[in-house]
C-alpha cells in the first residue's frame, strides 16, 4: 500500500506564497491520479485541486483558481501545490491523496500538513 508524505506548510503572512509536496512511497504513484484536500477547524474536508497522471490535466476549486497551481513529477514520486497569494480563508490542514482506480474515489491519504495564513 503506497504512504504519502506532506511536507511544506507553516506560518505565513497574507499576500505570500508556500509550495507543499507530497512524496508517494512506491512508483505505482505514476499510475494515480492525485489530489490535494483541506480542512479548516469546524469545516469538513473539502477538495482544493487535482491532477491526471500525466500532469496534463488539472482542475481546482473556485477560490483557488489563479492562485493554486498542482503539478506532479512522476521521476521522484511526488506532487506538488504551489500556493501563491495566500488568504487567511486558506489557513486548513492540507492532505495529499491517491485515485488509485481513476474513479474520484481517493484511496490513499497522507497524514497531513498545517498551514497557518495570518492576516
Known amino acids: 500500500q503506497v504512504q504519502l508524505v506532506e511536507s511544506g506548510g507553516g506560518l505565513v503572512q497574507a499576500g505570500g506564497s508556500l509550495r507543499l509536496s507530497c512524496v508517494a512511497s512506491?512508483?505505482?504513484?505514476?499510475?494515480?491520479?492525485m489530489g490535494w484536500f483541506r480542512q479548516a477547524p469546524g469545516k469538513e474536508r473539502e477538495f482544493v485541486a487535482g491532477?491526471?497522471?500525466?500532469?496534463?490535466?488539472?482542475d481546482y476549486t473556485d477560490s483557488v483558481k489563479g492562485r493554486f497551481t498542482i503539478s506532479r513529477d512522476n521521476a521522484k514520486n511526488t506532487v506538488y501545490l504551489q500556493m501563491n497569494s495566500l488568504k487567511p480563508e486558506d489557513t486548513a490542514i492540507y492532505y495529499c491523496?491517491?485515485?488509485?482506480?481513476?474513479?474520484?474515489?481517493?484511496?490513499?491519504w497522507g497524514q497531513g500538513t498545517q498551514v497557518t495564513v495570518s492576516s
Open positions: 491523496a491517491g485515485d488509485r482506480d481513476y474513479d474520484r474515489t481517493y484511496d490513499y
Open positions: 512506491e512508483g505505482t504513484f505514476r499510475r494515480y491520479r
Open positions: 491532477i491526471s497522471t500525466s500532469g496534463g490535466g488539472t
